[in-house]
């Protein structure tokens, strides 16, 4: 009986915090995507190129991403049609390099700050 | 089904992105495919991609950035609110007015409840459609219901006057001018064969009506949008809470309008009954012609007062 219901509260449990893990990630998405744009990517290769490295995400998350930083001005694009299929590559604009810049700059600090807290709280 | 799987994101979105969107989307799809273990027949492949992308409907609303209402967050509460003084005065209104045609009609109880329900339902239905038109319009032109405060800069200074009392409307005034306009529409409606001079003969009630009824019907339409205006006038008020120069405007011409509308019907002469204007001229020093004219002065100066009156307050006190 005792057991069970423990199982039932873990489940929960993860489920929360599965919720907040991937709030945290979510923040993240962008600037690792922006991070592995400084040479022309197409959607897919790129896809893959993250999840070799370990960060995992999924298409149907990228391409809307990726379509919304163009918007932005933050991408450019290049429809390359010589390939056998034709392909958008997207790659950082100038613009897109400064806010790069600065964004892992802001990402440094944030980074900072919660190890020092967190640091200090197990110290 | 790969082009139906495009179709199915594309449609939901903007006409000028769908065919990038379109052939990005086709291009990973192969390259998804092409990734895959070459054991897999091909509708396998397609299925598992097709699985892994998820939900076109999903897909499409991240490519749009945000979601779709018909009366969204923003707007839900005024909604509600709107709507439930809506289904409140139709449904007084109805009521009395169905209550006044008892007295003049020899149907039987049943034919009274159930053409009183038959209304009722209709036009509950219909004031319920209008509001959440309204409403929808609102939200798909992203209109703003109150100024200001949204979105931008934010000052403490720029919080909005605590409304002077001057300032606001009189919410009680607005419900039951909606619910007067939603007795009288059914009246002109259905029940104008009634309106008339009532007099005694020897005892008996007779009654000469006002209307022609065959020469009124055409302007039935009229009636209804002069009715319909003035709710829509007043739900305005409602909504809004206090005066504002805009508001003002925007009352101002539509009560020019209903006037303008139903002074034409009023001289539209062969919408009398002939009788009555004999009667009348019988009976009266002044003649039936003199009659609506003084109506129709009296409507003009009743319209220009209260848009005066509007854009006193709206510029007094609306302040945006």
């Keep these: ?123 | 089904m790969i082009d139906r799987y495009i179709y199915a994101v594309t449609k939901e979105l903007p006409e000028k992105s769908r065919k990038e969107i379109g052939s990005e989307l086709r291009a990973l799809i192969d390259d998804m495919m092409d990734g895959m273990d070459q054991s897999f027949s091909e509708e396998e492949k397609i299925d598992k991609v097709l699985r892994e992308l998820g939900n076109p409907q999903e897909l499409a609303n991240r490519y749009r950035g945000k979601e779709r209402y018909l009366i969204g967050p923003n707007y839900f509460d005024k909604y509600l609110f709107v709507m439930k003084i809506v289904v409140l005065s139709i449904f007084i209104g109805i009521s009395i007015a169905t209550g006044l045609g008892v007295m003049f009609s020899n149907d039987s109880m049943y034919g009274i409840i159930g053409s009183y329900l038959g209304t009722l339902f209709s036009s509950i239905l219909q004031g319920a459609a209008w509001v959440t038109g309204v409403f929808a319009l609102f939200e798909y032109k992203e209109i703003t219901l109150v100024t200001g405060m949204e979105q931008g800069d934010w000052e403490p200074s720029q919080l909005p006057e605590l409304p002077k009392k001057k300032a606001m409307i009189s919410r009680g005034e607005s419900i039951f001018s909606i619910i007067i306009s939603t007795i009288f529409l059914p009246v002109f409606f259905y029940l104008y064969k009634y309106i008339g001079i009532y007099y005694k003969v020897d005892n008996e009630i007779r009654y000469l009506p006002l209307f022609n009824e065959v020469d009124l019907a055409p302007f039935k339409i009229f009636i209804i949008l002069v009715f319909t205006i003035n709710i829509v006038i007043e739900l305005l008020k409602i909504i809004q809470g206090r005066w504002t120069v805009k508001l003002a405007i925007i009352t101002t011409v539509l009560s020019i309008i209903s006037s303008t509308l139903f002074i034409s019907i009023l001289y539209k002469m062969n919408i009398w009954n002939p009788e009555i204007v004999q009667k009348f001229e019988q009976f009266m020093p002044i003649s039936f012609e003199r009659m609506v004219l003084l109506t129709t002065v009296g409507i003009i100066i009743v319209t220009i007062g209260e848009s005066v009156f509007a854009l006193y307050k709206g510029i007094k006190y609306g302040g945006d």
């Design chain 1, 1 to 123: 009986m005792k057991r069970e219901g423990d199982t039932v509260k873990n489940n929960n449990d993860d489920l929360i915090l599965n919720g907040i893990v991937q709030e945290l990630r979510r923040g993240t998405i962008t600037l690792a995507v922006l991070s592995q744009l400084k040479q022309p990517q197409y959607g897919y290769s790129l896809v893959v190129l993250m999840n070799e490295k370990g960060f995992d995400i999924e298409a149907n998350t990228l391409y809307p991403l990726l379509r919304r930083l163009e918007k932005q001005g933050i991408l450019e694009s290049l429809w390359d049609t010589d390939g056998t299929k034709p392909r958008k590559f997207y790659k950082l604009s100038k613009f897109g390099e400064g806010v790069y810049a600065k964004l892992c700059d802001a990402w440094d600090g944030i980074n900072r700050v919660v190890n020092q807290l967190i640091d200090e709280e197990g110290s």
